[in-house]
């Protein structure tokens, strides 16, 4: 899904900037350097924001078909925390600004 062409969810959107701001600081000070951490640190990261129920309802907001359909990655979800985890993984992975291991390992390399 291209959900960052959906309807402005803010919460999506302000976890999105924190992700990519928490993300290249993480690269910068070395506990990322290589591929399997750059995604241990996604999913990490969206397990967090998963955390309250409060802060998946305001990640589903828009999005409640992530309740009801099953997911390529995660399946059918059995709680509302599994369907915002899904919600948020594709927001993050799909939206055009997320920075993703080669562009690190672009950096990297530059070095």
Known sequence: ????????????RNLHENFIDE????????????????YNYLREYIYTACVYVSDCESILFGNME??????????????????A??????????????PNWEQMETVLNEK
């Open 66 to 83: 992530y309740c009801f359909e099953k997911h390529d990655l995660y399946g059918l979800p059995n709680n509302i925390s599994q369907a």
């Open 23 to 38: 993300v290249w600081l993480a690269f910068h000070e070395g506990e990322i350097n290589n591929q399997d951490e750059f």
């Open 85 to 98: 985890d899904a919600c948020l993984y594709d927001y993050i992975t799909d939206h055009i600004d997320t």
């Open 1 to 12: 899904m291209d959900l960052y062409l959906k309807l402005e969810n803010i919460e999506l």
